[in-house]
């Protein structure tokens, strides 16, 4: 087995770069300082005014529902197609970007539903959804 003749040196830590970036830290949040008071400084009184919220409010997607027997609610009120179409229409001369949730029946005709669809398409609405329920895994 080979002695060891020689001392090893000891690990140094160099800390060179940690300082350099601490430095530019204090560079940087000394200049962000300067400019924040530079703004103070400006002789101007901006106009105040209260929060109010958004000037128009974003509508809630409106909810068709389709029922097994052909019936169809808007927002829980019973419509025909042609009644949805026009109501869709004027909600949507409104807010330009309305959106609706279409929840039809799992047990009835799918024709009913791209009725649906159509009528929306025909009143202009483009954000549409179809709402479905998602079944657990099976292992």
Sequence with gaps: MPLKTHLDEQPTLNLTPMIDIVFLLIIFFMVGTKFTELERKIELRVPEVADR???TAAPQRRVVNV??????TLDKTPVTLDELTGR?????GQY????VLIRGDAQGEFQ???SVLN???QAGIRDMGISVRLTPPKN
């Design 96 to 99: 330009s970007d309305l959106g």
């Design 112 to 114: 009913l539903v791209a």
């Design 53 to 55: 919220g958004a000037l």
């Design 119 to 121: 009528a929306c398409k």
């Design 67 to 72: 029922y097994r027997d052909g019936a169809v």
């Design 88 to 92: 869709l229409a004027a909600a949507r």
